[in-house]
């Protein structure tokens, strides 16, 4: 299986902060990297697809990059409804595998 | 529009089993994948199979094989997720979300179905 590693696992940022997440992959998945966001209680939401696709309805501050084993999620300037916990896929190949998260939280 | 409804929340006793549908509407259901994700509390997602609805094939996560079951009704477009002799381990929240090939993302999901195993 491909074992996903993000980093960091938690961060605390103030609203206009920009923040960075990162994801490696334990083997090369080209672009087949997915973005989710989830907040308490509530279901995963699909942010960006193949590294670096904006899901319809995503603002524009969310974008994301890299190929091969590593990967970056960049929110330009966080907003208060952005505060979440943020999980990196590989669809590359069975199973599916996620990352452990990044919580996101207020500074 | 297009959604993924599941049943209601579940108490179950070690050693018993449940089953989880997961209703489609606003889409072609034979189109899509379904995957089915558990979140153990205070824990990450973890991927547990997926099942395509228009051909029945499915596949399985090696720890949950032999374990769980997942099959469709295309007269009713819903999909089940069957999990047999339930532990306390397998107190999560269990989504089906849907995915278009098994490359992209998943991009809609279930609001989520609660189980909690104790005695």
Redesign the interface.
Known sequence: DIQMTQSPSSLSASVGDRVTITCRASQSISR?L?W?Q?KPGK????L???ASTL?SGVPSRFSGSGSGTDFTLTISSLQPEDFATY?C?Q??S????????TKVEIK | QVQLVQSGAEVKNPGASVKVSCKASGYTFTGYYI?W?RQAPGQ????MA?INPNSGDT?Y??KFQGGVTVTRDTSIITAYMDLTRLRSDDTAVY?C?R?SS??????V????TTVTVSS
């Not at chain 1, 069975?94 to 998260?101: K, R």
Request: overall charge negative; charged content about 10%.
């Open positions: 087949y997915n989710y989830q279901a995963p939401k699909l960006i697809y193949a899901q999980y896929q669809s590359h069975t199973p599916p595998t996620f990352g452990g998260g | 995957h994700v990450g997602l973890e991927w997926w596949n996560a090696q989504y979300a995915g098994l490359y992209d993302g998943m991009d999901w279930g609001q989520g």
